[in-house]
């Protein structure tokens, strides 16, 4: 199990912000006119194509592919030369019939592989599009995909996908909102937050004619995207993120329509420059069966050899009798006496060595038989037709098959030797619990008296929680008290420090209220449904302030400035302008990165017992987060806003400044508390790890939470049990990591002398966090490691 903190999702984000966009880099797109647009530089279409051959390249190309099999060019050279009169062994026709059958076979399933690929390339680019026309009165007029230019205006309904990648500038929502699904991009179903800059929103499209768009260069991070906007008539520039584009490949949710800019197009948007094209697989076996033919092929080259040196001595011993030898007589009979009588059949001893070596190859063809692989297509055929029809390969719940996408390498099945797996959303259900939380260092996570809050609230979150009945009186009725009031701002914090969009939908009780939280961390919209559920309610969001119902009170939090998560902080922070005037700075994360933020010398005993309750927490599989606090004076927050509107708008480096400015402010914090959220495993996933395990095959998990979680949910899914034993590096440094990985090395070499016998080891557990596998990595132990 490895244990790495943080999201790969967000490194990637990260590497990408590492690079810096200048004038000369940028790509220049103007709102609405893609004819000016791609006046300079012709930007690509919008046409993709998957298929991997067309009508002219289909035969030389496939041709190409199948002869990587090795037994596919011995099989071709014996058939060329069987053609020679000189070498004939068997008909001409019958050495090329079995070659031809199986190319031919092989060829008419990639033929029709291929050409579904085709369909579903002009299925997808004959879609239509709303595109906003000029010259048809500012109207949205359909639009063949295919058809569709960097710089043109687009509107996509609800449900359907935008035709290109394109950078929002208005939505149905009044707030810029709009919501979109990645499920097709990076597997995640749960929906994801984008806006429109208010500055577009409010400004009717036919005015946004003079606008331009300066974007970085395309590239494959999904999760990176830097640009700016700049209106006609105004000198400054809007920055625009990754929050402000919707992809290729996403489905509009939850929104009756948004517009936007197309800034990429075609073979240029994220998605296709992520698909590397349809693969060419071949399996182990045939990996194998191609080594299989070299040393074959030795073999018969050594026989042959062998056969046409033996023929040689015999022609020398035997050269005074040829004349008379059936198949090697000089002269032609027939034409005896003739001036021009001339040897019959026979070329001199060299020519008929070499005659009778490739003479022996032919017969001894046998050996590498071509019947081999026709009955392996066969078989594989078969094997992927059982495959699919296997009812204990059918989940109901999703109505869904075994699928058998690539027919070469159906026998890797039984191969593997390794699964590797990330633990969130893949063994895990990516559902979290609010479970407990420790505010003011006290532990709240007694289970047993959790249960619905009674009464009649107003607002009900979509996502019922249980409550304790002891925190839930001394929110209400606490308020008075420093206790009451600090566990009141811990809520507050977990209420405004996130990016929710809470949606008011129709429940059954007319008088209640739902609220659906949308956001694309499930673990912010279990922390916010559990605000909700204790009395803080988040109702209603905008780009520019919040409101939440605060015990029933309904209060309007102004949204001054938000420092996003990443996986260098590991922790995000907002700074919300309360109704009483005051400003604060909310911030949460990862308790590595949040306890050297906080100033341990206001309560030292707050910051002990949470370090305790954490350890506790994590022990039991709980995802934590510690949540601070720190108000902030009037000077402080405009010496902030000025370096962050100037970390935002810049060219060069923004990601660098931006994170230079969350540090200087993210200081000197006071801490609320933390909370423990569980995330349950899926069902049947201690039962799938434990056949592997028992198969032989190593599983490896890859998860972001703390050492202490990671263990537990290692036992919770089998991966881990009580007679292993464990091996854990986790190391600061590269020479501490060489020691610890030598120790481990010595342990294993132990254990294994100490039995003989594969079935009565012990069994050996690896736990390693990421710092010592990029140590690991950038040494020379990789393979003595693993």
């Known amino acids: 199990m490895a244990e790495d903190h943080g999201s790969s999702r967000h490194m990637s984000s990260m590497s990408m912000s590492h690079k810096e966009l200048g004038d000369d880099d940028a790509r220049v797109v103007h709102v609405g006119d893609a004819e000016r647009t791609n006046e300079r530089l012709q930007f690509a279409g919008n046409a993709v194509r998957t298929a991997k051959y ?85 109207q949205f007029v359909p639009t063949e995909w295919k058809h569709v230019r960097v710089g043109d205006v687009v509107r996509v309904g609800a449900n359907e996908s935008p035709p290109a990648d394109m950078v929002l500038l208005a939505t149905s929502d009044t707030t810029g909102v709009a919501y979109v699904q990645t499920l097709n991009l990076d597997g995640e179903s749960n929906l994801k937050t984008r806006y429109a800059k208010q500055e577009t929103l ?102 042959c050899s062998a056969v046409a040196t033996l023929s040689g001595v015999w022609l020398r011993t035997h050269q005074t009798d040829l004349e008379l030898a059936q198949f090697f007589h000089k002269k032609d009979y027939l034409k005896v006496g003739k001036e021009d ?21 032919i017969v001894f063809q046998i050996m590498i038989p071509i019947s081999l692989y026709i009955s392996m297509e066969l078989v ?45 959303g893949t063994l895990t259900q990516n559902k979290m619990e609010f479970r407990c939380a420790s505010i003011d260092g006290v532990d709240y996570s007694d289970v047993a008296p959790q249960r619905p809050v009674e009464g009649e609230p107003a607002w009900v979150p979509k996502v019922p929680v249980k409550v304790d009945r002891e925190v839930m009186e001394l929110v209400r009725n606490g308020g008075a008290t420093e206790q009451g009031m600090n566990a009141g701002e811990f809520f ?114 707050v910051v002990q017992a949470t370090e305790k309750h954490l350890h506790s927490y994590s022990s039991v599989g709980l995802r934590t987060l510690v949540i601070g606090v720190r108000e902030l004076s009037q000077s402080e927050f405009q010496e902030w806003q000025m370096a962050y509107e100037k970390a935002s708008t810049a060219l060069l480096g923004r990601g660098n400044l931006l994170r230079s400015v969350a540090a200087n402010i993210e200081r000197n914090m006071r801490l609320l508390g933390a909370s423990g959220v569980e995330d349950k495993l899926q069902d049947g996933v201690p039962e ?64 294994r002398s100490l039995s003989t016998d594969s079935q009565s080891r012990v069994p050996l557990a690896l736990i390693i966090d990421g710092n010592s596998l990029v140590y690991i990595f950038d040494t020379d132990r990789e393979e003595k490691a693993f």
Request: charge should be positive.
């Open 54 to 138: 067309s009508p002219l390249t289909f035969l030389p190309r496939n041709l190409f592919e199948q002869f990587h099999r090795l037994a596919y060019v011995y099989f071709l050279v014996i058939a060329v030369l069987n053609q020679l009169p000189q070498l004939a062994v068997f008909g001409r026709g019958a050495s090329v019939m079995p070659l031809a059958f199986v190319l031919a076979v092989t060829a008419v399933k990639d033929a029709y592989e291929d050409w579904r690929r085709h369909r579903s390339d002009r299925a997808e680019n004959n879609r239509l599009a709303a595109v906003l026309s000029p010259g048809a009165g500012a």
């Open 202 to 303: 409010t400004t009717p499209l036919e005015h946004l004619a003079g606008a331009v768009v300066r974007c970085e260069r395309p590239n494959r991070n999904i999760y990176g995207f830097q640009a700016n906007l700049e209106l006609q008539g105004e000198g400054r520039r809007i920055p625009l993120g990754p929050s402000n584009i919707v992809l290729r490949g996403c489905d509009l949710k939850n929104t009756s329509w948004a517009v936007g800019v197309v800034v990429y197009a075609g073979r240029e948007t994220k998605a296709m420059l992520n698909n590397a094209g349809t693969p060419t697989k071949r399996s182990r076996l045939e990996t194998h069966m191609n080594r299989e033919t070299l040393f074959l092929s030795g073999i018969l080259i050594v026989l």
């Open 341 to 361: 009588n001339e040897n019959y059949n026979y070329y001199g001893i060299a020519a008929q060595i070499v005659f009778n070596f490739l003479m022996a190859v």
């Open 380 to 424: 594989r055929l078969g094997q992927a037709y059982f495959m699919i029809r296997d009812a204990k390969l059918y989940d109901a719940s999703s109505d869904s098959r075994f699928q058998c996408r690539a027919l070469n390498i159906n026998e890797d099945l039984g191969q593997v030797k390794c699964v590797f797996s990330d633990k969130t």
């Open 492 to 605: 507050l914090a977990l209420a405004t420090c996130n990016t929710i969009v809470p949606l008011i939908i129709d429940g059954p009780d007319p008088k209640k209220k739902v609220i659906d939280y949308q956001g694309e961390s499930p673990d912010e919209q279990a922390l916010v449904s559990a605000a909700a559920a204790y009395g803080f309610v988040l109702v209603e969001r905008s780009s520019g302030h919040i409101v939440i119902d605060v015990l029933g009170q309904k209060q309007r939090f102004d949204v001054l400035g938000l420092h996003e998560f990443d996986s260098d902080r590991k922790r995000m922070s907002v700074i919300i302008g309360c109704p009483d005037k005051t400003i604060k700075l909310f911030v949460k994360g990862a308790d590595s990165s949040m306890f050297g933020i906080i100033d341990k010398t206001l309560n030292p005993d």
């Open 688 to 751: 799938a790890i434990e056949k592997l395990r028992e198969a032989g095959i190593k599983v490896w998990v890859l998860t972001g939470d703390k050492q202490e979680t990671a263990i537990s949910i290692g036992y919770s899914c089998k991966l881990l049990t009580r007679d292993m034993t464990q091996i854990v590096i986790n190391s600061n440094s590269r020479e501490s990591c060489r020691k610890s990985l030598d120790d481990a090395i010595s342990m294993v070499n132990k254990l």
